[in-house]
């Protein structure tokens, strides 16, 4: 578990008043460099900071806009044209073109993001590693997004690519099928695609693809990272238990992001599992593993135990919801069997307390103590601010914290400011009265808010403070879903921290070892599910 933090790296793009001329206003004629000069364009839209001559004509007139779009964009502007607010703006025909002029003059392209993409794969699809793709965009600190625009390195052409001892260069004509490619070159479609990984999207017209001379290794070597454990003659009985084909598809799991669906989460842990399961049996383990679909319901989870003895399991994996881990835990109270939850949190014990449950998503105190830890570790006398509301969960959330900061005992509580809202509202003043400049020092906000208005005007506050004058840093507990309202920019200008209970290093040996094998075996790139059942399995076994 580690503490994501997002870079201040924003590209500026300044848009010049002479290409508007011919369709602006003679006020937005008069005023454009003015008021743009501190706009940022990314992601299909503008950043526009607002300044003492802005209203609703002069922005319609200048970015083509309805006052319709401003206020749905821009909820907080209905409060009155606050000098200093960061608002979004929707791009028109002519912006967008403008912006891609721009783009085209410098060496760096931009690409959206697509379904299944990941960080690994973009990078090497385009030859550079993930730190420097990371580099390029701070947002991906927070993970992919779908329909995201990131910057990516341009794609090399053919005279940038030199045949050497170990490639040829190939360009796609039509007719090119992988079938054709492989009989050609005698390769196998795997080791194609992982000498050009943007083949996992198809064959494109006229792209160059580098032909491996001599083979590369299509069967990854078995996975190890425990060498000093003697497997001889161990033997392991798993049962799975996991809903391939539930009822309701879109269910969300206690703890994980709503959008994903069930169905595809499940398969990708269990391919990861799977993965586990085989490299594990190659150091010399025998693994009896059964696996059951589950339907997500409580009825098939008694069939299943009323028609199979499951009391010598050394391991169960899964259920993935709160109510049928805890309906196993319940048929297992008599044995010493361990059961992995890979997502829902269970803070029930067991009657006679024998079952052994392993909890791999982390308890709320677990996220305080490290960002309580990680904040007092970094903290030099600054302004340490805490956000938050009046509902009963962030009252309870508030108490935790605070008692943590007073076990730390390395910032007294009297120094923390704490700013609530009224009627779901911080006054603007309340920011500016404690916020303190650069020059002063730093400032740490936790958000411990969970409610969606005040965290929204909390985040449009603080992103409007200038950066280049202003230090801060907001964190939060739990990365709820309320948080991917906001655009990266705003979170980005904030350097939005919060902790996260999983990380993948790309550049680790055994990571690059996994991603061979799942694509040689599923022909994909591994999910961050698929890590989680590679990882959780591998190290509960």
Known sequence: MGIIVYMKNLKIIL????????????????????????????????????TNIDNYNSLTDLYGVSKRDIIRLNPLIRRGFEIGLLIKLPSNENLVKLINNYQATKTDNRYIVKHQDTKFGISKQYGIST???????????????????????????KNQLVEDEHFYIHQVVKGDTFYNLIKKYNLTKAELVLANPSLSDGLKLDSFLKIPKVKTDASPRSI????????????????????????????????????????????????????????????????????????NNID?????????DFSQKDLVVGPLFTK???????????????????????????????????????????????????????????????????????KLLYT??????????????????????????????????????????????????????????????????????YDISLFTITKSELFSNFDNYFLARLNFCFPS???????????????????????????ENAYKGFDMVYDAL
Request: a positive charge; hydrophobic letters at 40%; aromatic letters at 10%.
């Open 300 to 308: 098939t989870i008694n069939k299943i135990f009323k028609t199979h």
């Open 501 to 527: 209970e999983t990380y993948i290093d790309y550049q680790v040996e055994e990571v690059n070892a996994f991603e061979k094998k799942y694509f040689v075996r599923y022909n994909n790139l591994p999910s």
């Open 400 to 469: 935790k914290v605070l008692n943590k900061f007073a076990t730390n005992k390395a910032i007294h509580l009297s120094s923390i400011i704490v700013l609530k809202p009224v009627n779901n509202f911080i006054q603007r003043s309340y920011f500016q009265q404690h916020i303190q400049s650069a020059s002063r020092g730093k400032n740490w906000v936790i958000n411990l808010s969970l409610n969606g208005v005040v965290l929204a005007d909390m985040i449009n506050t603080l992103g409007v403070f200038p950066k280049d004058s």
């Open 324 to 394: 049928n881990i805890e309906l196993v835990n319940q048929k297992l109270a008599n044995n010493s069997t361990y059961i992995l939850s890979p997502f829902s949190i269970l803070a029930k014990a067991s009657p006679n307390g024998t079952t052994k449950i392993v909890q791999e998503t982390p308890l709320q105190n677990e996220m305080i103590d490290k960002v309580v830890n990680y904040i007092t570790s970094h903290y030099t006398n600054e302004k340490l601010i805490i956000v938050t509301d009046s509902l009963s969960n962030s």
């Open 224 to 295: 190890t990272v425990i060498d000093n454990v003697n497997r001889k003659n161990k033997n392991l009985d798993v049962l799975i238990l996991l809903p391939f084909k539930a009822y309701n598809d879109s269910i969300p799991f206690d703890n994980v992001n709503t959008s994903s669906k069930l169905r595809n989460i499940v398969s990708d842990f269990y391919f990861g599992a799977e993965i586990a399961l085989d490299s594990l049996s190659k150091q010399g383990i025998k693994i009896k593993a059964e696996v059951y679909d589950t339907d």
């Open 15 to 50: 848009l010049i008043t002479a290409l508007f001329c011919g369709f602006y206003t003679s006020w937005a004629q008069k005023n454009y460099n003015t008021v743009l000069n501190d706009s940022i364009a990314t992601d299909g839209f503008l950043y526009h900071t607002l």
């Open 131 to 157: 730190i420097d793709l990371e580099k390029m965009n701070p947002k991906l600190r927070m993970g992919l997004k779908e329909g995201d625009t990131i910057f990516v390195p341009a794609l090399v052409k």
